[in-house]
């Protein structure tokens, strides 16, 4: 009898681990939007209702504005995503096609135009800007078609993290198409010397 009960208390503890680790390893996701909400004249819109849809999966985020205007959707999966803000007294505006980077801060600023609350202002496309205000970050994401299309042998994208800069470690730029180049040590005259050979 205690052989079973040890038996359960084991399985138990293993499954509520196992638990434990699925639920902490689905919430990575790190990208945002950020903003802040103005009427046409630039004044800030406090407390307004900021709403943020995945377009794939539907889920919804809902945030209210500060005082000063600003908000932030954390959490973000990457996506495109339909933005919507809402306050008394403003027309509901709604942007498409917001697309989100991985772990990327996408800042997006919304522009209310006064009037009534149950109108809506659709924005289809909204013109992305190329120069990266929300933080000093230089980055970019490679796409499945770059990557074809590099002139390298095995084509993994893996291996273009060694060409970055201060990359070191472990076959940084020590390897060629798959062999290992091992480095000699001689000595010539008391000076140590090291020849890369394959």
């Not at 609350?117 to 190329?130: I, N």
């Not at 000093?136 to 273009?160: C, F, G």
Request: overall charge positive; proline content about 3%; charged content about 20%.
């Amino acid at each position: 009898m205690s052989r079973i009960l040890s038996i359960f208390a084991r399985t138990s503890v293993c499954g509520l681990l196992l638990l434990f680790i699925v639920t902490t390893a689905s919430a990575q996701f790190r990208a945002s939007i950020q903003g802040i909400v103005k009427d046409t004249s630039g004044a800030v819109i406090p407390e307004a209702t900021v709403t943020v849809t995945n377009k794939e999966t539907g889920k919804q985020q809902q945030v209210t504005a500060s005082s000063e205007g600003f908000y932030r959707v954390s959490g973000l999966a990457p996506g495109t995503y339909t933005v919507s803000a809402e306050k008394a007294g403003y027309k509901k505006k709604v942007l498409e096609s917001v697309t989100v980077s991985a772990e990327a801060t996408e800042g997006l600023d919304i522009s209310l135009d006064v009037g009534d609350v149950t109108a809506t202002v659709t924005v289809a496309q909204e013109a992305t800007s190329l120069l990266q205000t929300e933080n000093a970050n230089v980055d970019k994401t490679i796409s499945n078609q770059e990557v074809m299309r590099l002139p390298q042998a095995s084509r993994d994208p893996y291996q273009l993290i060694r060409l970055a800069p201060g990359v070191f470690g472990e076959g940084a730029r020590n390897r060629q198409w798959g062999r290992r180049k091992f480095a000699k040590h001689e000595r010539a005259r008391g000076i140590k010397q090291f020849n890369l050979c394959h």
